[in-house]
């Protein structure tokens, strides 16, 4: 059973009551992510994830990380571009020293400014990590051309030009102006006592106040482009994509069932026609993101570089056969039993039980059951599939981006239009 309960000031906590385990996940959803940032505060969101674990005016860091440690639990944060979680998993036994922790670490953390110096060259670190991955790089070269002129194409974690003016007034002022009761859940799920749980919220946050968090959506103008970035590799590097719908429309569950048969596993179409048959790729695979408002299908690709146009090739195939109707019956029975099973095959931790009825109160407040989940698979019809892939699957719309090395193969982008121009219908 999900309940939720909202304090005067507006926090609202989701819970789910698990009997049969012997932990408890609890989670801190705020609404605030890279959407919420602008080209001076891009990466805020991020870097105050980062500094609540640098010590409270009650614990310094290593007294954080040891008080977690002797309780036998784990905790960790992350942030997306629609929100930041502070997350911690203990034994039943040990919730009210949890949330002693957390909420500590909420409303007490210093943010000194030696230690904001030394976890920006920490950020820059892992910035630089994420720039010796060629397959990060193309996804975040991509998911910039989708929401282009949107906060939705800041990438999460910054850039070390921004970093580099991070100081305590700047980190305290964002968090003052963009964490409020008003765009916070509290989500718990396992063993505990829910009356005794909601009291103990209320004694650590009721004294919050309620400020109203300004935040503008603003949409991202889709342009298709095609975009090549020099690294010196061994192997191609390639993602394919567009602007596609938002969490609530119709077609999110048909959308699903789709990517699962197009790209979803090792079963799916451009797997075992790219990789498996034809041997043209190493790794290959496809996946979409749904945000609020929109979201963006994308395909990923690493390949030898003289196996590129086949490789395109082939991928644009798969998707007219799929736009045309060429999807077998097996094929979408498969996809739906296969979505319904990882669905609830995750349901099977904590963790993500909290992360589900975190994520949806925080997000689209809305509280949804497993079972309503299911249903909504269920009722996905082999039309509403093909009816999807007739909207995304529009090969004059689909951007690329790609990482190589354009010195010794410096002709890759025009290749590639001269399979984005081949004739793939009648």
């Not at 609830?344 to 925080?362: D, H, K, V």
């Not at 999807?388 to 951007?399: G, H, N, P, Q, T």
Request: aromatic share 10%; net charge negative; with cysteine.
């Amino acid at each position: 059973m999900i309940n939720k309960y909202t304090l005067d000031n507006g926090l609202r906590i989701v819970t789910e009551k698990i009997d049969y385990v012997k932990s408890a996940s609890i989670g801190i959803w705020v609404k605030v992510g890279s959407n919420n940032e602008d080209e001076q505060t891009n990466g805020l969101s991020h870097f105050i994830e980062h500094m609540l674990f640098k010590g409270t005016e009650n614990r310094k860091a290593n007294k954080i990380a040891e008080d977690i440690d002797n309780l036998g639990g784990q905790i960790n944060a992350f942030t997306s571009k629609e929100c930041t979680c502070f997350y911690v998993k203990v034994l039943d036994e040990n919730i009210e020293e949890a949330v002693d922790i957390v909420s500590d670490m909420f409303f007490n953390s210093l943010f000194e400014q030696e230690e904001i110096e030394k976890e920006i060259s920490v950020v820059i670190e892992e910035i630089k990590m994420y720039e010796d991955s060629p397959e990060d790089i193309v996804h975040d070269k991509l998911s910039e051309i989708v929401f282009h002129k949107s906060p939705m194409a800041y990438n999460i974690l910054g850039t070390e030009k921004n970093l580099k003016t991070f100081n305590t007034h700047k980190v305290k002022d964002y968090m003052k102006k963009n964490y409020s009761p008003f765009n916070t859940v509290i989500a718990i799920a396992g063993n505990f006592d829910e009356e005794k749980f909601v009291e103990l919220i209320k004694l650590k946050f009721d004294h919050w106040k309620n400020i109203n968090v300004n935040h503008n959506e603003i949409e991202g103008e889709y342009e298709r482009k095609i975009i090549g970035i020099h690294k010196d590799l061994e192997q191609l590097h390639m993602c394919i994509g567009c602007k596609t719908i938002g969490r609530h429309d119709p077609n999110y569950y048909p959308l699903l069932v789709l990517n699962n048969i197009f790209g979803g596993t090792m079963s799916s179409r451009i797997f075992q026609e790219v990789r498996e048959k034809k041997g043209l790729v190493y790794s290959i695979y496809s996946y979409a993101s749904n945000y609020t408002n929109s979201g963006i299908f994308s395909i990923y690709a690493g390949m030898a570089y003289d196996q590129a146009e086949e490789a395109l090739r082939t991928i644009f195939k798969e998707m007219i056969g799929m736009k045309n109707g060429n999807i077998t019956l097996e094929e979408f029975k498969r996809a739906k039993q296969q979505i319904k099973g990882n669905y609830i095959l995750g349901l099977e931790s904590t963790s993500s039980r909290m992360s589900s009825i975190g994520r949806r109160e925080l997000i689209y407040n809305e509280v949804v059951y497993p079972e309503e989940i299911i249903e909504s698979i269920n009722k996905v019809y082999y039309e509403d599939v093909v009816k999807v892939a007739k909207e995304l699957f529009d090969i004059d719309k689909l951007s690329i981006t790609y990482a190589g090395n354009l010195k010794k193969y410096p002709d890759l982008n025009e290749k590639i239009n001269k399979v984005l121009g081949e004739k793939y219908e009648d």
